[in-house]
């Protein structure tokens, strides 16, 4: 993780893609300032939703410190234009995937408070969205997804996964979802190209 964390960034692509719905850009992306201050309280490298999340907590718990301080976002680009402006929008948890690595990891406490915290980011990046006037421009919609095994070692896995999270995890405070096995996912999506057809 040190090596990680040393590593040089390098100097930004001068040739990045660019997503069909970055183009055209909206006109909150383009916004600069039309000069950069000598000095700062907290200077922020990008303008992912990591670095967005940072800039507003430390704005709006201004409360918190003596004086509100001064953010400096730092962007080579457009604000938002890389890895966060790709991801085509889609807020997913999937924590039958992960809880068991995180158990074994950090240990089973630690575990179901980090399966809980990220449970929360979808509910709170929505009440966000509601909150700034958002909703109705970031278009969401809910819907619901489906995690399919290929194969009886990846259906073990995924099996072990969701028993493990649901039995760990109390109601309440977990993502909720449907395991079917082979038989019964033919009958549902059987009967569902039906109905659709």
Known sequence: MLGRILQDPEIPRKTPTKAVWQDPPHELSLTKSSSLPTTADVVILG??????????TLLSTSDAFEAKP?????EARALSSGASGRNGGHLRDTPFMY?????????????????????????????LAR???LFDLAEFKEVEAVDIALDDEKWVHLKQGADEYLNDIPAGQRREFKI?????????LHSLFRTVS
């Open 47 to 56: 303008s992912g939703i990591t670095s967005c999340a940072v800039a507003r």
């Open 70 to 74: 001064s953010v400096v976002v730092l």
């Open 99 to 127: 809880l068991s690595y995180l158990k074994d990891r950090f240990g089973e406490d630690a575990a179901r408070k980090m399966c809980s915290f990220r449970a929360s980011h979808i509910t709170d990046i929505i009440s």
């Open 131 to 133: 909150e700034e006037g």
């Open 180 to 188: 079917w096995g082979a038989d019964e996912a033919r009958k549902v």
